[in-house]
């Protein structure tokens, strides 16, 4: 059962224009959400998170949105750098969780074409 | 500034031998987990750690066991591997609270042969 799902395994987006990754829920209890990027042979990188109290967090050209309606969220790169390539994997934490356990997305594969 | 260092990098093993990955958080984080990744796959949890006690449990096999010591490094045992078990294993570090994000290390490549 894949409580977080990213359904785009992949994405292809020109250098210079936006990027946008979603990535949807279906555990009520989730209330604090991140995103990881990935180079292959490394360990997932921070980039961003968002509490369920927000909808909307910006870190410089990295923004997340929040809909806790939908349970979806996704993740806007603008402008997008052939450097963003890499695989984008979208986690998250439940409310009871005190260890802050992570539970992770498929991950989508962003390729920024110069 | 220091990060999560996994050890070993690389570890090839035969089916039934035993194999040990070693976890040493980002200095003052006292909470370790355990991720495993196959090919192809999103990373899975597999246990964590808060203050040298263990905080919860995922899909670990009962094969697997995990501790967290004194200075707060982490070992991940692992018995009677099969050719499943090749993954990557990453250990991620985070401050006890958990609105903090977790910090991975570059992961072990773990390939039972």
């Known amino acids: 059962d894949q409580q977080v799902k990213q359904n785009s395994p992949s994405l292809s987006v020109q250098e210079g224009r936006i990027s946008i990754l979603n990535c949807d829920y279906t555990?009520?209890?989730?209330?604090?959400f991140l995103w990881y990027k990935k180079y292959p042979a490394e360990g997932p990188t921070f980039l961003i998170s968002?509490?369920?109290?927000?909808d909307k967090n910006e870190d410089g050209r990295f923004t997340v949105f929040l809909n806790k309606s939908a349970k979806h969220l996704s993740l806007h790169i603008v402008p997008s750098q052939p450097g963003d390539s890499a695989v984008y994997f979208c986690?998250?934490?439940?409310?009871?969780?005190?260890?802050?356990?992570?539970?992770f997305g498929q991950g989508t594969e962003l390729s920024v074409k110069p | 500034a220091a990060g999560v260092i996994q050890s070993p990098r690389h570890l090839i093993k035969e089916k039934r031998e035993t194999a040990t990955l070693k976890c040493y958080p980002i200095?003052?984080?006292?909470?370790v987990y355990w991720y495993q990744q196959g090919p192809g796959q999103d990373p899975q949890f597999l246990i964590s750690?808060?203050?040298?006690?263990?905080?919860d449990k995922g899909s670990i096999p009962d094969r697997f066991s995990a501790q967290q010591f004194s200075d707060y490094h982490s070992e991940l045992n692992m018995s009677s591997l099969e050719l499943g078990d090749s993954a990557l294993y990453f250990c991620?570090?985070?401050?006890?609270?958990?609105?903090?994000?977790?910090?991975f290390g570059q992961g072990t490549r773990l390939t039972v042969v």
């Open positions: 991620a570090s985070s401050l006890g609270d958990r609105r903090t994000e977790a910090f």
């Open positions: 555990n009520s209890m989730f209330d604090y």
């Open positions: 968002i509490s369920s109290i927000k």
């Open positions: 986690a998250a934490s439940p409310i009871y969780n005190q260890g802050g356990k992570l539970i």
């Open positions: 200095p003052r984080h006292d909470t």
């Open positions: 750690f808060y203050e040298k006690m263990q905080s």
